[in-house]
């Protein structure tokens, strides 16, 4: 088992940028593949990034390429998520969740463990 915590969220001014961080602890960090989801009110949770176990191979959400950056440090069993020219509507709490496998990494369903979401607000 994994357990996951989010940090880094707040409200920031359109344009601005934020880094999340998702912490790590129980067993081997290695071996889990790691995704960011995003949440608003009376939406469903949707797909922004992920990495593979390595960091080597990144996957993003088309409403997010050339703007946010994911990276992993295993050595520190942290998981970063870098959001530069953040726009409004991406204001959502934001939630890191981890699973063994890499196939379908788009879907919540398919995660094992889930953080407890940090709030993220963008200011027009």
């Known amino acids: 088992q994994v357990q996951l915590v989010e940090s880094g969220g707040g409200l920031v001014q359109a344009g601005g940028s934020l880094r999340l961080s998702c912490a790590a602890s129980?067993?081997?960090?290695?071996?889990?593949?790691i995704g960011w989801f995003r949440q608003s009110p009376g939406k469903e949770r949707e797909f922004v990034a992920a990495t593979s176990w390595s960091g080597a191979n990144t996957y993003y959400a088309d409403f997010v390429k050339d703007r946010f950056t994911i990276s992993r440090d295993n050595a520190k069993n942290t998981v970063y998520l870098q959001m530069n020219s953040l726009k409004p509507e991406d204001t959502a709490v934001y939630y890191c969740a981890a699973r063994t496998a890499i196939s379908a990494y788009t879907i919540p369903g398919n995660y094992d463990y889930w953080g407890q979401g940090t709030q993220v607000t963008v200011s027009s």
């Open positions: 129980g067993r081997t960090f290695s071996y889990y593949v």
